[in-house]
Structures are given as C-alpha cells and as structure tokens.
C-alpha cells in the first residue's frame, strides 16, 4: 500500500513539474498558428494555412499573377532576410502573414516629345523597364518646347493618363508609350488693337489705349485717389496657369516719410478670380495677394523717387475662370500730383503655364516674379523694425539682398507651393564685411500657408556657413526637404553674430524645387551647417574637446575626454515615414574596450523616442539606421548618442542620409 501511495506521490509530482514547465514555455512547441498569405496584386488558395511552432513550415502554396513571376513568400513586406520555404523553421509563436514577391515581365517603353527636345534631341531610344518596379532612369529630363512650359511624362493606360516620375510604378502591363504634357502660352492683351479697351470695366479709375516708352499700353488714372479697381472679363483663365501682367509708371513716387520703411510704401495688388467684392474669401475663390514696392536703396529718403521701372508680376490661378478682378492700391507714399491721380501702364496681360517645379534662376523676368519683394522689400527683425531693400542684380544675375539698418534676420518670401518630400535648395553667395566673418551666418528654409495669410510656419530645414579664414567660401547651398506641404517658401538668413551686418549683402543665385528627390545624402561638409549643439553626460569627470568638419578625414569630428558618454545634435526635419542613417566611425578605442552609438528623435511634440544600438568593439566603421520618422515638426532633432566613451577617442561621421519609404 506504502509503495503504491509513494508511486501516486511520484506521479502527481511528475504531473506538477511539466504542468509548471509548459506554463514557463517549455511546451510551445507544440502550439499552433495561423499563417495568412498576402498575395500582393496577385491570387492564391488556400489563403490561410495553421503552422506549428519551431516545425517545418511544410508546403506552402504558390500564387498567381498574370505577367510576373512568383520568387517566394517573405515575413518582411519589403521582403528583408530569406525566403520562407517548406523546410524552413516556424520561429514566429503568434499568428502571422507572409508576403509573395514578385518580378514583373520586361515591358518597353517608347518616347513621344510632343514637339519638344532634349539637348537639340528630338527623340529618345526605347527603354526597357519590369512590370511593378519603378519606372527610374527610364523617365527623361525636361524637354523644352520654345512658346510653352513643360509639366510633365506620362503614359496611358486605356483612356487614362498616368502622370510618371521616376519613382512611378510601373502598372501598364504591355509595351507603351511615354508622352511630353506641355501647356502653352496665352497672350491676352498687347493693346495694339484699340478694341481691347472693351474687355475691361474701372472702379474709381479712368482707362484708354494709348503709348508709353514707344510700346502700346493700357493707361490707367486714379481720378486723384490711391487706389482703383479694374475687372477683366470674357477671358478662359484656367487653373494651371499664371495671370502674368507688365506695368510701369513714369510717375514720381516718394516715401512719405525719411527713414520709415515700416510703412511699405509702394503699388499693392490685390487679385481675384472672379467678380468678387474686395472681402477676402469671397465666394468667388480664394485671392491671391501680393504688392510690388517702388523701392529702391534709397527709397528712405522723402526727395528721392525709387521706381524700379517695369515689372512684371505673376498670380497663380487657383480656380477657372472668365473673369479677373484686380486692385491697384499706391499706399503709405505720395505724389506731388496725388491731387490729380498718378498714371499706371499696363503694357502686356499673359497666362503662363505653371512652371511648379525645376530650378529658378531669375535671368527670366517670370522667375524675378516669384519674390514678391523684388524692387520691394523682405521682413526684417531688427532693433528700427526697418526692411531690407530687396532689388534683381542684373550683373550678377540673382536677387540682391542688402542690409542697410543692420537687421539681424531677413526673411524673404519665394512664392512658390511645395508638395510633402519636396527638396527646396538655394544657391547663395554675400559680400561680407570687409571679408571678415566672426561667428555664423545661418541660412533656415521655412514654408508657410497663405489661407489664411501667414499662418503655420515650418521650419524645412537649417544650416550655417562658419569657414575658417573668414570670407564667403563662394556659392553656398542650403538645402531642405519640405516634412508637410506648404503655399510660400521663404528664407531666413539669421545674422545675430555677424559684425557690422549692415554692410553685407547676399545674392540668392537660384531656388529648385524637385519633386522626387528620392534618398538625400548631407555630405560630411553639409553636416557642419545642421549640426547643433554637442554635449557630455553630467558627472562625465571631462571636458569637451573640438568639433567640426575635418577635412583630413572629411568627416564631422568630436573629440572628448569623457569616459562616460556624449551626444550630438542635427537639425532634421524629414517627412512622416522617411528614415535616417548615419555613416560612423570611432577611431581611438582599444580593442578590449566596447561602446555603444544610439539614436534619439526628439521634438516638443513628441519628446524623445530613441532606438538603435550598435556595439563597437574597439575602433571601426559601422552605419546606424533608424526606425521611421513619426512626424511633427515642431524644434526637430536627429541626435546621436555615444556611451561608454572613451577618453581620447575621434568620433567621426561620414554622412548623413534620410530615405523616403519604400513604394
């Protein structure tokens, strides 16, 4: 009987201990999953299969696609690691998906510039490109088409248009065709024709055809106020143009008072689509303001007119229309007739194809039209609240910016919209004073939303120019990618530390907006305009030693001798989703020594998420690559962490790259 009890005892413990080894996961192996199979554009049954943790996956179905072919299941989406196959291993222990990859079938593409060429090249020679991958160095530069603007590449597909960029899947399943969309220019008025005076209604103005400088033109009085309306009617205005028109005055023009430029004295406009009232918003679609200042470097002063000449100026339509409204207002300047009006002539009324993209370099009057400010002036912040003059140089072919009241910030609008992953560059140079730069000079690209007017500023992006020995180092490129879309770009050159600023003057050279910039790689030399602040962990026992672009390395270097662990900053703000890899490398660290590089990204909406970690053991070059950037924009940083520092290590980084998500 003893034995027998004794026999039960050892049996209920033997029960006890398994029951207590599968509650710790000892017995997992034998459960089971469900495994759901994606079958990404193409069919596959069954749909589902139930797997058993650590066995074989065993058979596995194959899909079907018309015009690709099949290459395996994958557990990543954008299929990272090895194919899964019958033999491999079930390591997953929660219900999970596979996804089928695909190689689609050589599909050949044809070109038709529509009139247009490349290079003097009126034609390309067919490419070929694979069926669900993307159309890349198969979409050809701009064409050009004398008389219209280029928009774009595209492809039909049965009665649609595909707009193609080179990052396009390709979807037309056979051989096609690649077409040049061109819009082209619409001349509405010269004034040549004495009827053209019909087309036009006055609201406190009077109008005739007559000539002004040898040129027809339409001649419009105030009737001794400062400000009229004129109505363009029975046009077919069209969204994807530009309402462009030329005027000019022989007007005298003063500022009202020495030294107020706070005044913005000048000839404003107002346009809208439409025969809208003068309240902004009305029904008739949203207006487009702007103004032209009849400045000049020496617009301060009450006895000197400034009327930079003629000027044209440009309005993006943002509805249809047959009908235009414009306001021409002279405000915060006067006349010495003002009691009988002053005289505006209107020599040429254009629409324009948008140009929406590419690079603007201002040689072209239209691209001179872009900043709002040209023979006008750009915000300033500084101690007067005075404004920089901003005037077209003719001999270096770029914006000029001066500094005469010694602003510490100039913010100059470029009135162009970005969409989001947009890269915004500008080619910049300055004469400097007397050639000696003490501190930086930055240079912040900005966006911002004109509905309603100004509001919802972003920072894209920064970067400073701190060279050593002093001058300008020649044309300077501050580039930015745009994290959220925006109406207006506009830059912001920050002189706080720069001595005797208010002899400096800036050349913005060009602005390109490109669309589908794909991975932006900072080179090392770049990463010393985004680089903020470097910093120790407190209680490091320390104290920081240079950082900067070594150029002997060409890599952004930091030198410590903290032995616990340090950090820097870099100014990035990528768009939601896009990710950001950094080339690094530790020189200096023993062998038997370890550290460990980690990222953090940070800002006041968020706070700090931090992930990554790569282990060096003793000196090396590894990249570190983050998760997706999570979005917000508000004080952004990508920071890079070094723990466990080592006293008398070089940290250096190579480069910087951010990645948008993979189509």
């Known amino acids: 009987m003893k034995t027998r009890i004794k026999a039960l005892a050892v049996f209920a413990a033997l029960v006890l201990a398994l029951g207590a080894f599968a509650a710790c996961g000892g017995g997992r192996s034998s459960e089971r999953y469900t495994v759901t199979f994606i079958a990404n554009g193409g069919t596959v049954s069954p749909a589902t299969k139930t797997v058993t943790y650590r066995a074989k996956y065993g058979a596995l179905p194959t899909p079907v696609r018309e015009n690709f072919t099949f290459l395996g299941w994958y557990e990543h989406p954008q299929f990272r690691g090895d194919p899964i196959t019958a033999e491999t291993t079930v390591d997953e222990d929660d219900n999970h998906r596979l996804f089928a990859k695909w190689l689609g079938k050589d599909v050949t593409v044809s070109y038709d510039f529509n009139g247009g060429s490349i290079g003097g090249d009126t034609g390309a020679a067919p490419r070929t490109v694979k069926l669900g991958a993307m159309y890349g160095l198969a979409v050809p530069s701009d064409p050009v088409r004398a008389g219209s603007a280029f928009r774009y590449w595209y492809v039909k597909d049965g009665d649609s248009e595909i707009r193609v960029e080179e990052r396009t899947l390709v979807a037309v399943p056979g051989d096609h065709t690649m077409y040049a969309k061109f819009l082209d220019e619409k001349l509405l008025f010269d004034f040549t024709d004495p009827e053209d005076i019909n087309y036009f209604d006055f609201e406190g103005a009077r109008g005739e055809i007559t000539e ?62 439409g025969t809208s009232s003068r309240v902004h918003g009305a029904t008739a679609g949203v207006p487009s303001d702007g103004y032209l200042e009849s400045a000049g470097p020496d617009w301060q002063h009450p006895t000197e007119p400034a009327w930079p000449g003629p000027r044209t100026h440009i309005w993006r ?189 800036f050349y913005i050279r060009s602005v390109t907006l490109s669309p589908d910039p794909g991975p932006v790689t900072y080179s090392a030399a770049q990463l010393a305009g985004i680089a903020g602040s470097v910093w120790e962990n407190p209680g490091g026992g320390g104290t920081m030693g240079s950082h900067g672009y070594d150029a002997g390395k060409n890599a952004y270097k930091i030198e410590s001798d903290s032995t616990t662990s340090l950090g820097i900053r870099f100014n990035l703000t990528p768009p939601f989703g896009w990710t950001i890899s950094a080339v690094v490398e530790i020189d200096g660290l023993p062998g038997g020594d370890t550290m460990t590089v980690s990222y953090e990204f940070y800002n006041t909406s968020f706070g700090n998420i931090a992930g990554g970690n790569l282990i060096f053991t003793g000196s090396g070059t590894q990249t570190i690559t983050s998760d997706a950037w999570p979005g917000g924009a508000s004080d952004p940083h990508f920071v890079l962490d070094f723990s466990g520092s080592y006293a008398g290590a070089a940290y250096y980084i190579h480069s910087i790259t951010i990645t948008p998500p993979t189509a």
């Open 212 to 273: 002004f400088k040898g040129q027809p033109a339409l001649k419009v009085n105030s009737l001794g106020g400062v400000g009229y309306w004129i109505r363009l009617g029975a046009i077919d205005a069209r969204t994807g143009y530009e309402f462009a028109v030329t005027f000019d005055t022989d007007a005298d023009i003063y500022a009202q008072t020495a030294g107020n430029l706070g005044q913005w004295p000048g000839i404003w406009y107002h346009f809208y689509p």
């Open 317 to 505: 339509l943002p509805i249809d229309t047959n009908q235009i409204s414009l306001a021409m207002i002279l405000s915060g300047a006067y006349t010495p007739n003002n009691a009988k009006g002053f005289d505006l002539y209107i020599t040429r009324i254009q629409l324009l194809p948008i140009k929406d993209s590419g690079r603007f370099d201002f040689v072209d009057p239209r691209d001179q039209g872009k900043f709002g400010q040209i023979g006008g002036y750009g915000w300033c912040e500084s101690p007067s609240g005075n404004h920089a003059p901003v005037t077209f140089n003719d001999v270096e072919n770029a914006v000029q910016i001066a500094n005469p009241t010694g602003a510490q910030q100039i913010y100059l609008d470029f009135y162009m919209p970005v969409r989001t992953g947009w890269a915004v560059t500008y080619e910049i140079d300055a004469v400097l004073p007397g050639g000696i730069m003490d501190g930086n000079i930055g240079l912040e690209i900005w966006g911002y939303n004109t509905v309603p007017n100004k509001h919802g500023d972003l920072l894209f992006g920064s970067t400073a120019i701190n060279p050593s020995g002093g001058a300008w180092p020649g044309t300077q490129v501050a580039m930015a990618i745009a994290p959220q879309g925006k109406d207006v770009v506009f830059l912001v050159i920050n002189m706080a530390n720069l001595p005797n600023r208010q002899d400096a003057v």
